[in-house]
T-cell receptor, first 115, second 114 residues
Framework: DGGITQSPKYLFRKEGQNVTLSCEQN?????MYWYRQDPGQGLRLIYY???????QKGDIAEGYSVSREKKESFPLTVTSAQKNPTAFYLC??????????????FGSGTQLSVL | AQSVTQLDSHVSVSEGTPVLLRCNYS??????LFWYVQHPNKGLQLLLK??????LVKGINGFEAEFKKSETSFHLTKPSAHMSDAAEYFC????????????FGTGTRLLVSP
């Protein structure tokens, strides 16, 4: 089945530690996105990538980094500079960003908590 | 800038009764609007979308929404709630410049009681 796989489902970070969240898709989509979800808030865009080897900051990129070395993979690193990392992180993709009005395909999310 | 306001953080209904989830939008042009649903600890799934065609949009699982420009609203409805409808619902507007970013509302949690 085609889809987006996020791992791990739950992740714990120690003080000062960098952690990486995995996102893999087999939908052959060009565009991929990372969102952060906090209770009672909508989703906020962290980073997005329109094509391999290219990515752009979203609204809340500080303390995060990404890479897009392969079309199917878009890992997110939460660095020690992110002082409030506890949240639910969602990865999504679309066939192509510029067609417009296409739906986002979401993974099942990773819950990150601070020890 | 585009934005959406979901007027209720929680809505409680009984199984078999109608559902109404309210959303108002702000946009300087004709927007593209969406409703997404999120079940606990899951990703989001598209329910329906409005893209300047018919103002009454039908989605999956019996949901529909009506675009009302005069009221700047895009409320989500369903005639009869089912227990499986219990979830969080997000109203979303899409920008039409540059990145065409999706802007999410804060969500409405739908509770369905037997």
């Amino acid at each position: 089945d085609g889809g987006i796989t996020q791992s791990p489902k739950y992740l714990f970070r120690k003080e000062g530690q960098n952690v990486t969240l995995s996102c893999e898709q087999n939908l052959n989509h060009d565009a991929m996105y990372w969102y952060r979800q906090d209770p009672g808030q909508g989703l906020r865009l962290i980073y997005y990538s329109q094509i391999v080897n290219d990515f752009q900051k979203g609204d809340i990129a500080e303390g995060y980094s990404v890479s897009r070395e392969k079309k199917e993979s878009f890992p997110l690193t939460v660095t020690s500079a992110q002082k409030n990392p506890t949240a639910f992180y969602l990865c999504a993709s679309t066939p192509s960003q510029w067609r417009g009005n296409e739906k986002l395909f979401f993974g099942s999310g990773t819950q990150l908590s601070v020890l | 800038a585009q934005s959406v306001t979901q007027l209720d953080s929680h809505v409680s209904v009984s199984e078999g009764t109608p559902v109404l989830l309210r959303c108002n939008y702000s946009s300087s042009y004709s927007p593209s609007l969406f409703w997404y649903v999120q079940h606990p600890n899951k990703g989001l799934q598209l329910l329906l979308k409005y893209t300047s065609a018919a103002t009454l949009v039908k989605g999956i699982n019996g949901f529909e929404a009506e675009f009302k420009k005069s009221e700047t609203s895009f409320h989500l409805t369903k005639p009869s709630a089912h227990m499986s409808d219990a979830a969080e619902y997000f109203c979303v507007v899409r920008g039409n410049t540059g990145f065409q970013k999706l802007v999410f509302g804060t969500g409405t949690r739908l509770l369905v009681s037997p």
